[in-house]
């Protein structure tokens, strides 16, 4: 299998002797003819129900008819968890690889990444290989999977494909690319990662970041293939009404966050046509979300989100050196607005600071603005905290201020790891 560049989790193996044990167990489907030893049926996902030969003719057919999507309940070892129901039944809610496509859409701050976050570590303990494209820098380094991309150097599409004849999961960067050029450059990516999946049958998951932004409401793929390719996906937004609903065609799993949870599963449902049913569970709140198997025609359940081992650096890399939205960037404008400096990032940031007039530094000091900002935008806490400290102290002293902020941030972002 290494030889053709296949994954065990893309195998099904059939036997009949005690000597297949091993076999069965290191495949995604372990099947078991009619005839087999006892044991050996006792332990396989299927039993064929005709014997030798006849029996593995059986498990073709079934294979060809539907993938054997009959028998998915049976094969919970190659599932994947996402959460516990919390509704007095419980019991876990698990995702069929290579088979479902998943939509995880919620407001900053919801909980969204969190639920990424476990679900991707989870594939990654299993042996899944995931090709994730990271927009914002978001996912650097993330369970050991290997970068392609960084903030000055675009990701090159022949490299992406050798790294996917391996077995790592790799995150391809896409803050070399300048923000509004980023679509088109997962445009170009893509036919190339689906041309090694269709070979292969790997990356098993493609997961896509800021999908609103990647694939427009405006995205139409030109290769007739896409259409049968974009399965085993995870799209990740804050906007989901903003996805293109060719690519929401393709889900059959959403998973909402946060207070916007029930807008966004009525946003898809509206996309996709798709009746949502009336009798929503209770909004979620922080480590919880909604989650929907939307064409099964299921109501939605309250879930637990299984969260991350290890906890993850949100948007350090983005913050100190990428490129934030208009909307996102902080201004200095001054008390007359006659300014219109844009920090796209707290590099800029700094720069800028050093830069302005005294007059222009102490305005926004005195009103609160850059601790608003690190609040609301960068969303750190900590950072906003100590801002909120040195705007009190240093309203007199812009110098001394400057010098405060500069060390604040560096401490938290661009000093050496």
């Known amino acids: 299998m290494e030889d053709l560049l296949l994954s065990p989790h893309n195998a099904v193996a059939v036997g009949d002797a005690e000597n297949d044990h091993s076999f069965l167990a290191a495949s995604e489907c372990g099947v078991a003819v009619a005839n087999a030893v006892p044991a050996l049926r006792a332990r396989a996902d299927i039993v064929t129900k005709a014997s030798r030969g006849d029996g593995v ?10 993938d054997l999507q009959d028998y998915d309940d049976r094969l919970k070892r190659s599932s994947v968890a996402i959460g516990m129901n919390e509704d007095a039944d419980g019991g876990e809610i698990r995702l069929v690889p290579n088979r479902n496509s998943v939509l995880v859409a919620g407001a900053s701050a919801s909980g969204k990444s969190s ?13 899944y290989q995931f090709c994730l494209i990271d927009p914002e820098g978001d996912f650097e380094h993330f369970a050991g999977a290997l970068s392609i991309g960084s903030p000055t150097d675009p990701p090159d599409a022949n490299v992406i494909a050798k790294g996917l004849e391996g077995t790592r999961s790799l995150v391809v960067n896409l803050m070399g690319v300048a923000l509004r050029d980023r679509p088109a450059a997962f445009a170009a990516l893509l036919p190339k990662i689906l041309e090694v999946r ?18 427009p409401l405006s995205w139409s793929p030109a290769s007739s293939t896409i259409p049968q390719e974009l399965g085993g996906t995870i799209l990740i937004t804050v906007h989901p009404e903003h996805v293109s609903p060719t690519a929401l065609a393709f889900v059959d799993v959403v998973i909402a966050t946060g207070e916007s949870a029930g807008a966004t599963l009525l946003a898809f449902a509206n996309t996709t046509q798709i009746a949502l049913p009336s009798d929503l569970p209770t909004v979620p709140e922080t480590g919880e979300a909604l989650i929907w198997f939307a064409r099964k025609r299921n109501a939605p359940v309250l879930v637990k989100t299984r969260m991350a081992k290890s906890e993850r650096r949100r948007h350090r890399r983005n913050y100190a050196q990428g490129e934030l939205s208009a909307e996102q960037s902080f201004y200095f404008r001054g008390a007359a607005g006659k300014l219109n400096l844009r920090a796209q990032n707290l590099s800029t940031f700094l720069q800028l600071a050093d830069g302005v007039d005294d007059e222009t530094w102490i305005f926004h000091l005195k009103r609160g603005d850059y601790s608003s900002w690190f609040d609301r935008i960068i969303k750190d806490n900590d950072l906003a905290e100590a801002a909120r400290m040195i705007e009190r102290e240093t309203v ?13 941030v560096e401490r938290r972002y661009t000093a050496p790891a």
């Open 115 to 127: 639920a990424v976050a476990g679900m991707l570590e989870e594939l990654a303990e299993k042996g």
């Open 396 to 408: 007199n002293d812009a110098a001394q201020g400057r010098t405060r902020f500069r060390e604040a």
């Open 198 to 215: 269709a070979k292969t049958a790997r990356p098993h998951w493609l997961v896509i970041d800021e999908a609103h932004h990647l694939i």
């Open 57 to 66: 003719i059986e498990l073709i057919g079934q294979m060809l008819k539907d």
